[in-house]
């Protein structure tokens, strides 16, 4: 069983962990929009790197529209819809 300064401790190191992962989340996406910009303008999407290949590739898929199915055919999607369960963590300050 945890004290209620283990609690604390904990809390604030996760929260300390989750804004440095922030911090990582923003640095790579703008590294990554920097290669998708430089492939973009070469008209390259595969690259050969001294450290590994990159591609950047489009693909296509179909879904289906549950909000459209639900409101025209109701019957159809309850008889094909599941029921999930989830569990959220979250801190708030």
Not at 1 to 11: G, L, R
Not at 38 to 43: A, F, K, L, V, Y
Request: net charge neutral; hydrophobic share 35%.
């Amino acid at each position: 069983m945890c004290t209620a300064v283990e609690i604390n401790n904990n809390v604030r190191e996760l929260q300390e962990l989750r804004r440095m992962k922030e911090e990582l989340e923003a640095e790579i996406t703008a590294i990554e929009d920097m290669l998708k910009q430089h492939m973009n303008e070469t008209g390259v999407y595969e690259i050969n790197a001294l450290t590994g290949k990159i591609t950047w590739f489009e693909t296509v898929s179909s879904r289906l529209d549950s909000t459209a199915l639900k409101k025209e055919l109701p019957d159809l999607y309850n008889r094909y819809s599941k029921q999930t369960k989830t569990r959220y963590f979250r801190i708030q300050k």
